[in-house]
């Protein structure tokens, strides 16, 4: 049995203390992290490491960054970047092999505001991952992370509110559903077809978070050999009712 989980920490070193809190309280095998903000110098890689955790990272300062940690091991870089566009700095992907499975961590462009280029940005990388998602559909793959996608209407707590958002936008789910017809398994939706579940919320000005906001956008998409042995998924939200948390919680799977 694994347990993945995927967690967009929204500032690994100003979060570190979220971060390290629910490493310590879990028992993750796989973790992708997103939006790590920092460059690969700065990764915090000593407190992962004394928390039990092997780890890659790709980084970026200020902006992006994606790492793969893995409990008791070193995570094997396969690739960082996806093909198609040798002039695309932006730090989104990054893929490892852990015991023969394939892990990869995606951090999607949000796409806002939308229309314009950085919805453009948005389609094109979208794209990129579908095409290139293909050569791993015959393996035991599991593609994790924020997708900055909310594939339907039960993906939303309040979907008007969504409608104008790049997350929201027909373009968005289209290229969702195109992986989706690939083979790909939405892990959650398999598991939890019918139900409301959420993984973002936005920030209150008032401290905590705004329930009312909820969106499922962070997903693990496996593989159709993995899916066969799916055995549960859910979402942390207890994390986001911590001190200082992320606007995301952690959404994981349990494979045999």
Not at 42 to 70: C, M, T
Not at 133 to 144: I, T
Request: proline share 6%; net charge negative.
């Amino acid at each position: 049995m694994t347990r993945i989980a995927t967690f967009n920490v929204n500032g690994v070193n100003g979060r570190l203390p979220v971060l390290l809190r629910w490493l310590r309280e879990t028992d993750y095998d796989v973790v992708c992290l997103q939006e790590l903000k920092t460059s690969d110098e700065n990764f915090p890689f000593e407190a992962i490491r004394d928390a039990g955790f092997g780890a890659i990272w790709h980084g970026q300062k200020s902006y992006n960054g994606v790492a793969i940690l893995a409990r008791g091991r070193d995570p094997v870089e396969r690739r960082r970047g996806l093909p198609g566009d040798p002039d695309d700095a932006h730090s989104r992907y990054l893929e490892a092999e852990i015991d023969g499975l394939i892990v990869a961590c995606i951090y999607l462009p949000n796409g806002n505001p939308a229309p314009g280029p950085k919805f453009d940005y948005k389609l094109r990388w979208f794209d990129r991952l579908v095409d290139y998602s293909k050569s791993l559909l015959g393996e035991r793959a599991v593609l994790c992370g924020d997708y900055n996608v909310v594939p339907a209407e039960i993906d939303a707590a309040v979907p008007k509110r969504w409608l104008g958002d790049a997350v929201f936008f027909p373009e968005s789910r289209k290229a969702y559903a195109h992986m989706l017809s690939l083979g790909w398994v939405d892990a959650m939706r398999r598991i939890h077809p019918d139900k409301g579940i959420y993984t973002y919320w936005n920030f209150s000005y008032r401290g905590g978070y705004d329930r009312s906001s909820g969106l499922r956008m962070d997903h693990l998409l496996v593989s159709p050999s993995l899916a066969e042995g799916l055995l549960a998924a859910g979402v942390d939200v207890e994390t986001r009712g911590w001190e200082k948390p992320s606007d995301h919680a952690p959404t994981w799977v349990e494979v045999g």
